[in-house]
Every structure is written in structure tokens, then in C-alpha cells.
């Protein structure tokens, strides 16, 4: 049923772009569709899965030669709601072989800081790991370290994500081995030189595979194969100084100064249901409504002379 319900929103999303693409007034009974289907994942499915706790392992039984790592990461504000994602991740129609959190140690002590919901998570499969704080870079950093020959999927602490998430990016992996592929993205226009305020969102018709002009969306659920990004990807000192709040950017940067091509999801998908209540301080506010976007792409380009070389 759950997986019903995602498909409508993610068809009524697709109308709603239409209208928005065609320059028309989207209409009223769109809005509150979408709105009601939020609040059923919200509220609804949210207390079922408080009141009904699943005991059924939610990694793989059975390890692949090439494991799937999930990785994500959490602070203060949202370790309170962070189980949720992690429950829909753990839910998944294709099991990852491993689902980890990273918590910055100056943030979280040890694990009697944490809710009980999450740590009861551990007995299905979640694995809890305290590391040194680099802000929302915590969630490739480590994890693409420990795991250098495997798969790494990236994913936000503030989403509901679909059931078939892991599995729609497994296949876009095997059709685009080489590729980084992304469940949504962005389209970098008119240039590389132009501010990220300036570039757009894809169109509904338009499909993006071994691209070198999209930017990367990690937290809508992102899969990284091993070395397609640079190998400046782990320079803590310079991720400081050029980019410190803006992971996308900086892994989009790196994949391209590898040579490495983006493919997205086709057809066109929103982002996954928002959990209520964490978009307050966020880092879209930090990056995107305060033009720090702009400011880190601009540093960037010029600490590198203008070009992804």
C-alpha cells in the first residue's frame, strides 16, 4: 500500500511540473493531494511503525562480492527523527549489504546519548560510528575510505525514501557502470562559470545520462561506483576552506575533475517526502537562501583556476 501511495505523489509531482513548465496554474486539488500524502507518511505511516516495530533484518543475509553501502549522517537537531529515514532505508525492496550513521563525536559522547528508537535499529542491520565533525561531508568521507572498491549510497536524515530506492539505483549502476547515478539532479547553466543560483531544474521530457552538466542531489539518493571522484575529495584542510557546507557541490566538482559522467533518474522524480519539522536550520537555508551556493562554487572555480582540470 505504502509503495502505492508513493507512486500517486511522485505521478501528481509530475503534473504539477507540467502545469508549472506550461506556465499554467497547477490545480487546487493537486496541492491537497500532495499535502494529504505528506501528512499519511508524516503521521500515519510515522505511528505505525512507532506502534508496530519490525524485527526483520533490513541489510542483505547473504554478502555481495561487491558490497552496497548506505551511508548517511545526523546532528543534534534531527537525531531525534533521523530513525524514521533510517526505517525506510531499512525497509528497502533490494537490501544494501550495510547501513551506517556517522555522528561527530563533539556532537554525541557515546550511545547513551542517543534515542532508544535508533539504537534499537542496530539489532536489524544500522551500524552507529562516531568520527571527527565535517559537517554534512561526514556521510562520503569515512565511508568511501573504509570501502574504496565497493558501492556507496548517500543518503539525507530528513527524508521518508520510497521502497524502491537502492534498487532503481543499482539499476541505473548496471546500465551506467562508470557513472555516478543520482535520483534527482540539477542542470548547470548557462555554464560552469555561472552561479548555482542561476542554474535550473530539469525538464519533465528531458533525460540525463553520462552528462558533465548536472549537478548531483546526493540526499535524494546517489550512487557512487569506486574512483570516479577526485582524489582531492579527502583534503579536509582544502573542503574547510573552499567548501565546508555544501557536500553536493563539492562532490559534483570532484566527479567532474575526474572526467566522470552523471546519469539521473528517468522519468523525472521529485525529492522523497520531507519528515515534518527538519528544515529549520538546514543547510538549504546556509547554502541556497544565503547564497552560500554561490560564494563556495565561485571560491572553488578559482582555487582551481576556473576549470575542472
Not at 530528513?158 to 541505473?172: A, E, G, Q, S, V
Not at 555561472?194 to 535550473?200: D, F, G, N, Q, V
Not at 557536500?247 to 522523497?272: C, E, G, H, Q, V
Request: hydrophobic letters at 35%; charged letters at 30%.
Amino acid at each position: 500500500m505504502y509503495s502505492f501511495i508513493y507512486r500517486l505523489y511522485f505521478y501528481l509531482k509530475r503534473k504539477e511540473k507540467k502545469a508549472k513548465e506550461e506556465r499554467k496554474e497547477p490545480a487546487k486539488f493537486l496541492k491537497k493531494f500532495l499535502d494529504r500524502i505528506e501528512w499519511f507518511y508524516n503521521v500515519l505511516v510515522r505511528n505505525w511503525y512507532m506502534n508496530h516495530p519490525s524485527k526483520r533484518c533490513g541489510i542483505a543475509e547473504k554478502p555481495r562480492e561487491q558490497k552496497v553501502i548506505v551511508s548517511l549522517t545526523s546532528y543534534p537537531k534531527r537525531i531525534g527523527t533521523v530513525w524514521l529515514t533510517i526505517e525506510t532505508l531499512l525497509r528497502q525492496s533490494v537490501k544494501p549489504d550495510a547501513i551506517i550513521l556517522w555522528l561527530a563525536k563533539t556532537q554525541f559522547e557515546n550511545m547513551d546519548d542517543l534515542p532508544e528508537a535508533l539504537l534499537q535499529q542496530r539489532e536489524r542491520g544500522l551500524t552507529i560510528r562516531f568520527c571527527e565533525d565535517l559537517r554534512s561531508h561526514k556521510k562520503y568521507y569515512y565511508v568511501m575510505q573504509q570501502y574504496p572498491e565497493d558501492l556507496v549510497i548517500l543518503a539525507d536524515d530528513d527524508m521518508f525514501y520510497p521502497r524502491d530506492t537502492i534498487k532503481k539505483l543499482l539499476d541505473m549502476h548496471n546500465e551506467n557502470p562508470d557513472d555516478i547515478c543520482t535520483m534527482t539532479a540539477q542542470v548547470i547553466e548557462p555554464s560552469f562559470e555561472a552561479k548555482p543560483s542561476l542554474w535550473r531544474n530539469p525538464k519533465l521530457k528531458e533525460t540525463f545520462k553520462h552528462s558533465d552538466n548536472i549537478q548531483i542531489f546526493s540526499g535524494s539518493g546517489s550512487l557512487y561506483p569506486p574512483h570516479t571522484l577526485d582524489e582531492k575529495l579527502f583534503d579536509v584542510k582544502l573542503i574547510q576552506k573552499l567548501c565546508p557546507y555544501a557536500d553536493d557541490l563539492w562532490l559534483t566538482f570532484m566527479a567532474y575533475r575526474n572526467n566522470t559522467k552523471i546519469t539521473a533518474a528517468t522519468p523525472w522524480r521529485s525529492f522523497p517526502i520531507t519528515i515534518y519539522g527538519t528544515a529549520e536550520g538546514s543547510l538549504w537555508y546556509v547554502n541556497a537562501a544565503e547564497g552560500q551556493n554561490d560564494e563556495q562554487w565561485r571560491v572553488m572555480l578559482e582555487y582551481f583556476n576556473g576549470s575542472m582540470k
